[in-house]
């Protein structure tokens, strides 16, 4: 980050990242080998990404309070089982040399990629949910493990969470997303807080990308996109796909 274009440069790429999760999710596997290639050193970039991913899934908690679409207790369950992985996984996270990290990264996002691309259907229709009893247990031992992932590096994890919601929790997309939104929000909370005690966290900059990702959220949850969702999916494969090769062979 020695020039001063990079700043409106991360808000450009915050509104991006901002914008495509709304629509279609998965996009923080942009803004992190961004912020890599800028001259972030790999496990600052994942640290100061949670900034962003902090203040994105707070605006989106009170976004889906105000709507009266809340799962009060059970996000807070799945948040607080999520939070105790989330502090291991960031913990493993700051330890790891840069080059296995990049390298991992991009298998990751390969791995993301195959998801978007041949995910099962997400059906819309209300479904009869299972929140409770040992479907509530077995969600938090889920949880705890999906917590160790995105303490580690977060990245496109969404897609995860929503499948795992509508087909063993059996709840709708909008629930499912509700859900997501404040389990994500309580888990970075603490994965942040071990990227700051680890001095791994540039906040003038996760300030500036947590700019634009507000700004990139707030503009596509008030616009109407015919064939948005293809557009941006095809956008974000793509995109994906070239930093995975950047970051695997060019490290």
Known sequence: MEHWYHYPLLVVVGFVVGFI????????LISLPVLIFLGLPPSVANGT??????????????GFKSKGVSTFPFNVYLGIAALMGSILGASIAV???????NRILAIIMIAVVLIIVFKPK??????EERL???????GMLAFFFIGIYGGFINAG???VILLFLHYFHKMSLVRANATKVAVVCIYTLAALAVFVFNDKVIWKVGAVLALGNGLGAWFSSRV???????????????MVVLMAIKLWFFT
């Open 95 to 101: 330890d790891i040399r840069g080059e296995t990290f």
């Open 132 to 138: 409770t009893g040992k479907y509530l247990w077995l």
């Open 224 to 238: 109407s996109v015919k064939k948005g969702d293809g557009f941006i999916k095809t956008f974000l494969v793509v």
């Open 21 to 28: 999760n709304t629509i279609a999710g998965g996009a923080s």
């Open 122 to 127: 997400i059906s819309l229709e209300n479904v």
């Open 49 to 62: 990404n949670r900034v962003a991913i902090a203040f994105q899934t707070a605006i989106g908690v009170a």
């Open 157 to 159: 994890i969404g897609f």
